[in-house]
């Protein structure tokens, strides 16, 4: 592999990556022993590793304390790159026809 291709893979999102940089870090023998650390079901692990489930916040913030690895590097090593988080004004407005109450 060239180093073009090498970046390229380190720069798509691949939580894989992170879960298995986690089982190797604490030392684990596989997902099931994964999900014991973090403290979540073992599908929640299967579920991001098929990309039927993001990493959330909350799980996020729990690699960080099982691990001791920042949430930076967390980030990085699944692949997302952003240096800011946006909230989509969509979030705060309500939805067609609704009133509120008050």
Same mark, same amino acid.
């Given at each position: 592999? #060239? ?12 939580? #894989? ?18 999900? !014991? ?14 990309? !039927? ?29 952003? #240096? ?19």
């Amino acid at each position: 592999m #060239n180093s073009d291709s090498d970046s390229d893979e380190l720069l798509q999102y691949n939580p #894989n990556r992170l879960l298995d940089t986690l089982i190797e870090n604490l030392r684990l023998k596989n997902d099931a022993a994964l999900s !014991r650390a973090l403290e979540v079901a073992p599908p929640v692990i299967s579920k991001i590793r098929h990309h !039927r489930l993001p990493v959330g916040a909350s799980l996020l913030i729990r690699m960080h304390e099982v691990s001791d690895l920042s949430i930076r590097d967390l980030r990085y090593l699944m692949g997302d790159r952003r #240096n800011k988080f946006r909230i989509s004004d969509k979030q705060f407005k309500p939805k067609e026809g609704e009133t509120s109450q008050g």
